[in-house]
């Protein structure tokens, strides 16, 4: 089917951040087949099956989630005001050691959800429950299910971590295989398998060489998180004798695949390393924030050329996967940790949601621009409402006054998942209703106080 999208304020998010507006964007298939100013050639419109009227509605690439953990949609709101450590014991904890396939794909079918209705197309779950051998299939099929383009980071720990979520290397090098011959290619491609080291302190340097080793070898991601407290930096000098990126660039896994999510207490040394290797930032603000875990050096990051995607978090300390609150957060909490207004333009934001989040997913070529040839993922935002009005800057709209209630059509692989903001993929209402009910069972056997559903 060809798709016509017209009248539209098309953001690009190319290199140049052009902007047509009005603009056109002919989708045919999986493909975008046209981009341009004004009105679309007779031609093109005459050979469209659709027409979308964008008027009064900015059309841009989906957004990237590049780092998020679903089954935490269960969770939020547990445990609000404790920093990381006690966050995990008090909330995390308790309840993941309990999950089981049904409630790993009614979460993710929540969280998938919620992610479309805020502007991600492309998300990355790092997935560490694998409290039973199916979790991780049903987290990928509810990515079957919604449409969403989906990498399923399949996240581990083999040492010193909670002894229910702590897993052998046999245990660890087996599953990841079969995950990744299960999954990784499904639905058209847009399932993805990636290695997912959890914490510095949890996983072990011989199994980090092999892990590393392997997904040089398949072609696949490999997120961790570093340095997200100053108290896990200080654990791993008083274990290793070294900071967390120096302790990755020693052991000889620093490259292009590896995403590093949060990276807020990294020294020059370290920021250095990272652009020298070529790894990907992955910037999550609201939930370092919440965690009250600091404000990594942006700015910094992105003079030295290093490549920044931005993501939610877990729903467990954010609370919520809304990619547009991540934008506007993104930007103040540069401006805010630097004193300089200037520390991030809207159009900066912008590129790192977009285009950093395409390499993140390791589809810089195929993704996070709407360009000629790329893959069709896009989100059409409501700009007529009384948040926005009058828009004097489209970039400045997208990222200071909107949420993701402005989400009005989303379009992954050239299938329409949500239009008129109403989600069509899946039953919406059912799921909502379903995931109470869910959640409320884990609870009860978990042995959790369950607050009103």
């Given at each position: 089917m060809k798709l016509l999208i017209q009248n539209g304020s098309i953001y690009t998010a190319d290199a140049n951040a052009n902007l047509y507006s009005p603009g056109y964007l002919l989708i045919e298939g999986d493909t975008i087949r046209a981009v341009g100013s004004g009105t679309p050639p007779p031609a093109l419109k005459e050979s469209a099956d659709r027409v979308l009227d964008a008027t009064d509605m900015a059309v841009i690439p989906g957004l990237a989630n590049c780092h998020t953990h679903l089954f935490q949609t269960f969770l939020r709101g547990l445990a609000d005001d404790k920093p990381l450590l006690d966050w995990l014991k008090s909330a995390i904890w308790p309840v993941a050691q309990n999950l089981n396939p049904e409630e790993a794909h009614m979460a993710a079918l929540l969280g998938l959800i919620e992610n479309l209705r805020g502007g991600a197309t492309s998300i990355i779950d790092h997935q560490y429950i694998h409290t039973h051998p199916g979790n991780d299939d049903g987290v990928c099929q509810a990515a079957v299910d919604t449409g969403v383009r989906f990498t399923l980071s399949y996240a581990w720990a083999d040492m010193n971590y909670h002894p229910a979520l702590q897993l052998t290397p046999e245990h660890i090098l087996r599953e990841t295989q079969r995950v990744y011959q299960t999954w990784h290619g499904q639905a058209d491609g847009r399932i993805q398998f990636g290695f997912g080291p959890l914490i510095p302190w949890g996983c072990s340097d011989d199994l980090m060489k092999t892990t590393s080793q392997l997904a040089t070898e398949w072609g696949v991601g490999n997120q961790i998180h570093v340095a997200e407290t100053r108290t896990e930096v200080e654990m791993n000098l008083e274990k290793r004798g070294c900071r967390h990126v120096d302790w990755l660039s020693n052991?000889?896994?620093?490259?292009?695949?590896?995403?590093?999510?949060?990276s807020v207490w990294l020294d020059d040394h370290e920021l250095d390393l990272i652009a020298e290797h070529g790894a990907v930032v992955v910037h999550c603000p609201v939930s370092n924030m919440y965690l009250a875990s600091g404000a990594?050096?942006?700015?910094?990051?992105?003079?030295?050329?290093?490549?920044?995607?931005?993501?939610?978090?877990?729903?467990?300390?954010?609370n919520n996967q809304d990619m547009l609150e991540v934008l506007k957060t993104t930007a103040l909490l540069a401006k805010v940790s630097t004193l300089d207004a200037m520390s991030l333009l809207p159009e900066d934001v912008l590129d790192m949601a977009c285009r950093g989040g395409a390499l993140a997913m390791g589809l810089p070529k195929q993704t996070g621009s709407l360009e000629i040839g790329k893959k069709a993922d896009l989100v059409l935002v409501d700009l007529n409402s009384p948040f926005a009005v009058p828009v004097h800057s489209v970039a400045s709209t997208l990222v200071y006054n909107l949420s993701g209630s402005a989400v009005d059509t989303v379009i992954v692989d050239g299938k329409i998942l949500m239009e008129d903001k109403q989600i069509l993929c899946v039953d919406e209402e059912k799921i909502l209703s379903d995931a109470r009910q869910t959640c409320k069972k884990l609870f009860e056997r978990a042995g959790v106080a369950s607050p009103t559903f």
């Open positions: 052991l000889g896994v620093l490259a292009p695949n590896v995403q590093l999510v949060h990594p050096r942006i700015r910094e990051m992105r003079r030295k050329g290093i490549p920044v995607a931005l993501a939610t978090d877990g729903p467990g300390s954010n």
